[in-house]
């Protein structure tokens, strides 16, 4: 980039649901900041970009990409080689592209249950003689072809290596606008940038800290789904009986869920030093149920224990549900499979 050339912006879209993109436009009025700031290079949701014209840069031409989405298909990971090695900065925009998200929980199960679920036991599909999407179909017209499904989903720094994270569920418009100013000031003003490697955006305590509502010693006898109570407005939500992933998450968000009533979902990933988000908030139940007392014989407490425990619906899609890709689970074995279509 020369000294008088404006820096390229490039976002994609992978397997997501659309938010990250939307959640640029939170920036409000930086928008034009942006577009001040930055040439397009790369943006398929908003303008008219080919494949093609990102093959024709050089290598490096894009200044900063900003990747949402998992990789869940080959597609995607094509893609992910491609602006990886046309772009000087990689950020893994979001939950989805940092830790898998809602994408990777299919990584419970396998390819081939998946499809069944989508195209053949699906109550509202129409499809009698159970036909499933192929790579490659040959019609009159000649071959047509679509990307390859993949039997497990993985977090964009699994496929190419990334520069730089900015979590959430999505990204909050100011962690968007810090991200872009840290590039371009270091770029425009030789402003010193982060490690690589670095989570922008987000701090370094759990999201309990930034939390407002009064704690106290927990003791836990049942869990609630949220439509079950009520909850008061200014109890943690956790002592409530309501799952709460801020003891596991790193904050940032500024508590927007507890804040209202809803637990932390834990979309900004594991604190600090944490390697495993699900493992660590469920050590941190198991310190919280409160199930009969240490005078009860072996068998009795643990049946009381698990009887709390049963009143935790989907314990692997909340404890997991932002995080499975980056676990140490990353999959579960299926029916023998490694989660790659190979024998365990």
Known sequence: MTKNEKPKLAMYWSSSCGGCEVSVL?????????????????FPCIADFKTK????????????????GA?????????AHLLRKKSTFMVAFGSCAYEGCIPALSNLTSKEATF?????????IDNPEGIIPLTSVQVPEGELTIPEFYNTVKSLDQVVDVDYYLPGCPPEPEQIWAVLQVIVGALLEGAPLPPKGSIVGASNVAVCEGCEREKSEKAIDRF???YEIVPEPDVCLLEQGLVCMGLATRGGCGALCPSVGIGCRGCYGPMPG?????????????????????????????????????TIADPAGTFYRFSMAHSLLQRAKVNGSNGKGEAA
Request: hydrophobic residues 35%; glycine residues 4%.
């Open 26 to 42: 939170n920036i409000h009025e930086k928008i034009l900041t942006v577009d001040e700031v930055f040439d397009i290079a790369f």
């Open 53 to 68: 014209d990102v093959e024709a840069y050089p290598d490096g031409h894009i200044t900063v990409c900003l990747w949402n």
């Open 71 to 79: 990789i869940r298909n080959s597609e995607n990971e094509e893609m």
């Open 116 to 124: 069944n679920t989508v195209y053949k036991d699906n109550p509202t």
């Open 224 to 226: 609630y789904r949220p």
């Open 274 to 310: 944490v390697e495993d988000q699900g493992a660590k908030m469920l050590s941190a139940i198991a310190s919280v149920i409160s199930a009969g007392h240490e005078s009860m014989e072996e068998a009795e407490l643990e049946e009381r224990i698990q009887t709390v425990v049963d």
